[in-house]
């Protein structure tokens, strides 16, 4: 496979790193090897792949040993050693962005060169020192320049940061509302049948027996809610997916709290009413209008 000849199936990037450079960024190889201190200038060139390039390039194929042509077809073999995990680069959210790495030994062309070094502790707390160190060990060079990589970093999360606050404000809200509403509802129903509940229990009716009533009849109305708004949800997933940042529209853990929460709001305003209700003298309940 060529480089120059696959363009129209993404957005290729090529990185040149030294040994360390995964265990720096944090950047799993999941299959194969990190290129390390036997891929010398002179010796096998090597290249590591990320998952989504390997897709591309080699469906249903294993691509650790396939021979990758960078920049022209005609160009040295260049043997991958190994898969990395995807990682986003020039864009948060272009899933045809594809990076693929080399040693920088081997990287034949003048390249922009930046220095990642990896820290205990908040990283920030750390520049000013580490900018002195450098700045010795280069002493004819210009002025060092240290930045977090959080700091070069959140200007691009910053838009999805406010995004999912939003989502998140106004998703609580809604779910707020739902659940005031609910247990209002199902209260002032289960508060209508106050004279019917006087008669069963004047005809008999033990007091659990109402109370299993008046539940089941109040999870039914909630099982029905849970099913027409899951259907509506799940088919508004595909369309609010793009909106989304490395978060489902489908997680069963967001569904599952949101049933569970509007069952336990059922079952209180079922029973709360109901044991109220129940200790309503049956005889003042079958004298009234």
């Given at each position: ?14 990185q ?27 010796s ?7 998952e ?11 691509a650790?040993g ?5 920049a ?6 260049t ?5 990395a ?16 790495y ?27 020192t ?18 977090p ?37 199902i209260?002032y129903?289960v ?9 069963r ?29 899951g ?41 709360v ?17």
């Amino acid at each position: 496979a060529g480089i120059d000849t696959v363009r129209n199936l993404g957005n290729f990037i090529l990185q040149a790193g030294t040994p360390d450079y995964f265990r720096t960024l944090g950047t799993r190889v999941i299959r194969g090897r990190a290129f390390d201190e036997r891929d010398r200038e002179n010796s096998q060139r090597v290249v590591v792949v990320g998952e989504g390039m390997a897709r591309v390039l080699w469906p249903n194929q294993e691509a650790i040993g396939q021979c990758l042509r960078i920049a022209a077809a005609d160009a040295p073999c260049t043997r991958v050693i190994g898969i990395a995990e995807d990682v986003r680069i020039r864009t948060l959210t272009d899933e045809r962005e594809y990076a693929y790495y080399i040693p920088a030994s081997q990287y034949g062309e003048e390249m922009y060169a930046q220095l990642f070094v990896r820290l205990d502790g908040a990283a920030a707390s750390h520049v000013e020192t580490l900018r002195r160190r450098l700045q010795a060990e280069m002493p004819g060079a210009a002025y060092v320049n240290v930045r977090p990589l959080r700091e070069m970093v959140d200007p691009s999360l910053r838009a999805w940061s406010f995004g999912a606050t939003m989502f998140v404000a106004f998703g609580a809200l809604a779910l707020v509302l739902a659940a005031i509403g609910l247990y209002s509802m199902i209260a002032y129903g289960v508060a209508q049948r106050t004279r019917e509940l006087g008669v069963r229990m004047a005809l008999g009716a033990s007091a659990g027996h109402v109370i299993r009533m008046i539940v089941a009849t109040a999870l039914q109305l909630v099982v029905v809610g849970l099913a027409i708004g899951g259907a509506i949800a799940m088919w508004a997933a595909p369309r609010l997916e793009p909106l989304m940042f490395e978060a489902s529209t489908r997680d069963p853990a967001v569904y599952g709290a949101v049933a569970a929460m509007l069952v336990g709001v059922a079952l209180v305003a079922s029973v709360v009413p109901a044991m109220r209700a129940l200790r309503v003298d049956p005889n003042t309940v079958l004298r009234a209008d």
